[in-house]
């Protein structure tokens, strides 16, 4: 089993820069994702990290060390469609070739202008 | 082509019907997922099939009931459920499990089940 956390909501400036937060505890971590949800639709993939370090995709970006558990996704450049729940998801071994994929409870940003 | 299609959109059910819901992929994945998704809280996984073999059933009941046709199409069979199951389904495809790349989840949009 495992354990994710990410903040309930956080709320951010239109142009601003916003970090959410993802902590873990998993014992075969296998990589973490990060997904966009806006309300009533399903997730979209941003991002993932298996290594340690920062990937950047445009405007987002997001940052793994496997040695504190925990990543953050970075949102630059603030727009008011940005304003959606942000899912980090951890992928673990389970054993016998396979994986299954973990959400946290997601990160509600709101962008105001 | 990153799209996962699913129908239908909304579905109204009584607790005695019977009913499919249905997931299609033309990405190539070899594997295939069911989640089930509440109001406010994040998608919870039910099912997985790889090389449409299932591989993981969550403790899910009986009466959710997953097939794989053949690598493009997965569905959920429903029968006697309760108005509790109401919940968004999400289907989701990837590459199998063992290949390299980051085995990204691309999700469906969801059929909204209300269960009365």
Same mark, same amino acid.
């Given at each position: 089993?495992?354990?994710?956390?990410?903040?309930?909501?956080?709320?951010?400036?239109?142009?601003?820069?916003?970090?959410?937060?993802?902590?873990?505890?998993? *014992?075969?971590?296998?990589?973490?994702?990060? /997904?966009?949800?806006?309300?009533?639709?399903?997730?979209?993939?941003?991002?993932?990290?298996?290594?340690?370090?920062?990937?950047?995709?445009?405007?987002?970006?997001?940052?793994? *060390?496997?040695?504190?558990?925990?990543? /953050?996704?970075?949102?630059?450049?603030?727009?008011?469609?940005?304003?959606? *729940? /942000?899912?980090?998801?951890?992928?673990?071994?389970?054993?016998?070739? *396979?994986?299954?994929?973990?959400?946290?409870?997601?990160?509600?940003?709101?962008?105001?202008? | 082509?990153?799209?996962?299609?699913?129908?239908?959109?909304?579905?109204?059910?009584?607790?005695?019907?019977?009913?499919? =819901?249905?997931?299609?992929?033309?990405?190539?994945?070899?594997?295939?997922?069911?989640?089930?998704?509440?109001?406010?809280?994040?998608?919870? =996984?039910?099912?997985?099939?790889?090389?449409?073999?299932?591989?993981?059933?969550?403790?899910?009941?009986?009466?959710?009931?997953?097939?794989?046709?053949?690598?493009?199409?997965?569905? =959920?069979?429903?029968? $006697?459920?309760?108005?509790?199951?109401? $919940?968004?389904?999400?289907? $989701?495809?990837?590459? $199998?499990?063992?290949?390299?790349?980051?085995?990204?989840?691309?999700?469906?949009?969801?059929?909204? =089940?209300?269960?009365?």
């Amino acid at each position: 089993g495992q354990n994710i956390d990410q903040p309930t909501e956080m709320t951010a400036t239109e142009g601003a820069i916003v970090q959410i937060n993802c902590t873990y505890q998993t *014992s075969g971590f296998n990589g973490l994702f990060w /997904y966009q949800q806006h309300a009533g639709e399903a997730p979209t993939f941003l991002s993932y990290n298996v290594l340690d370090g920062l990937e950047e995709k445009g405007r987002f970006s997001s940052f793994l *060390s496997r040695s504190k558990g925990y990543s /953050y996704l970075l949102l630059k450049e603030l727009q008011m469609k940005d304003s959606a *729940s /942000y899912l980090c998801a951890v992928r673990e071994n389970s054993g016998a070739g *396979s994986y299954q994929l973990t959400f946290g409870k997601g990160t509600k940003l709101s962008v105001i202008p | 082509d990153t799209e996962v299609t699913q129908t239908p959109k909304h579905l109204v059910m009584g607790m005695t019907n019977k009913k499919s =819901l249905k997931c299609e992929q033309h990405m190539g994945h070899r594997a295939m997922y069911w989640y089930k998704q509440k109001a406010k809280k994040p998608p919870e =996984l039910m099912f997985v099939y790889s090389y449409e073999k299932l591989s993981i059933n969550e403790s899910v009941p009986s009466r959710f009931s997953p097939e794989c046709p053949n690598s493009s199409l997965l569905n =959920l069979h429903l029968h $006697a459920l309760q108005p509790e199951d109401s $919940a968004l389904y999400l289907c $989701a495809s990837s590459q $199998a499990w063992g290949t390299s790349g980051s085995d990204t989840q691309y999700f469906g949009p969801g059929t909204r =089940l209300t269960v009365l």
